[in-house]
């Protein structure tokens, strides 16, 4: 599935990517670099998805 997110690096130097999956329901990774943070925002990601179901927005 495609998710439309966002990175940027904090104030402490740690990069954060954040999606919104739909009003109210998001996802968010943190790492030292951008590609490590958008590897914990897809491992977040992942487990939204088993846990509750793809939302039909992103199907």
Avoid: K
């Amino acid at each position: 599935m495609l998710v439309p997110y966002t990175i940027e690096q904090d104030e402490n130097g740690v990069w954060c990517a954040r999606a919104l999956l739909r009003p109210g329901t998001g996802a968010r990774g943190e790492g030292e670099t951008p590609d490590a943070a958008l590897a914990d925002l897809r491992a977040a990601l992942a487990l939204l998805a088993e846990e509750f179901g793809t939302p039909a927005e992103l199907m």
